[in-house]
Structure formats: C-alpha cells, structure tokens
C-alpha cells in the first residue's frame, strides 16, 4: 500500500507529478528505489551523472565505505585476518588441547642431589601455582635452601634454557646459605 509520504518523497526526489508517483509506487509495491528506476526507464526521470546509481542506503562518509568494503562484505568476516568467530574458537580450542598435551607429558622433578624424590606432570605444578601460590612458592624457595634443586623433564624441554636458569636459582641459594653460616 502507497502512503502519501512515499508519494511526496518520490515527487520531491524525481521531480515528477503526483499521479506519476503514486503510479510508480503502486507498480513497485511500494518500493521507492525500485519506483525511481521504473521512471527513469520510462524516461520520466533523468539519469544520475557521471554513472552513478540511486541508493536508498544511508550515505556514510568515504573513509567507513572503505571499511566497509573492506570489511563487512566479505563472506560475513570480520577485521581480524579474515577468520571468522567460529574459526578463532577452533584455534583457541587446539590451542588449549596442545597446551594440556604438553602439560601432561612433561615433568616437574624434585632432586636431591642426583636422586629424584618428586616427578609430577608440568599441569600439576601450574595447578598448585594458580590456587595455591602462598604456599607453593615459598615451599620451592625453602625447598632451594635444604640442598632441593628442581628441573622440568620431558619431550618438550631438550633446550636447558629454563633447566639453567633453576641450577643458577639453586646455586645462589647455596652461596646464600654458605655466606650466611661464616
């Protein structure tokens, strides 16, 4: 149903008669973008310049077309890389699949001396720290001073990066004690 506000606008638009507007718009069931192409193919109305097109879109500013373009028309993708939301949950997921793969074939050991007193699986460890860091920290720190050195073993720990760094902890730890006992 053509209201008369849809009339009015077609007029003002296409500068054409009432009775040519309500015409167009009853032929277009009320679609006012489909009605100024019916006039203009009728010769009714003229043509944009320069090859443009009518719209019934908002017009926004050059720089969010751009966007726009850019963004949100392909394939319903977002501005992250092309990946969909469903898609970064997939990566996210094997993510944390490869991080509890990992966390549980690799070790967190005890030693004293050379001897293993404790072996847990690395998850274990990160477990005790994220519920119980006022007690786990000290505990390894104390643990450093009773002559304990700790090192992470497994498939996942050939560098002796992280291994160094902990005897070099252990060592200080020794010096201390031994500063502090002359």
Known sequence: MTTLEQVEKLRAMANVSYDEARAALDAANGDLLQAIIDLEKQGKVSAPSGGGYYSSEKTIAAGEEAYKKNCWEKENRNCNGGETFISLLK????????????????????????????????????????????????????????????????????????????????????NLKKSMND
Request: positive net charge; hydrophobic residues 50%; contains cysteine.
């Open 91 to 174: 990566k996210f997921g094997k993510l944390c699949f490869k991080m509890l793969r990992k966390s549980t074939t690799n070790y967190f050991e005890v030693l004293k001396g050379e001897q293993s007193k404790a072996s847990v699986p690395v998850i274990a460890l990160v477990l005790l720290l994220i519920f119980a860091f006022g007690v786990t920290v000290p505990l390894l720190i104390i643990g450093l001073f009773f002559g304990l050195r700790y090192r992470f073993n497994g498939p996942d720990f050939s560098g002796n990066t992280i291994n160094d760094a902990m005897n070099n902890a252990a060592n200080a730890a020794e």
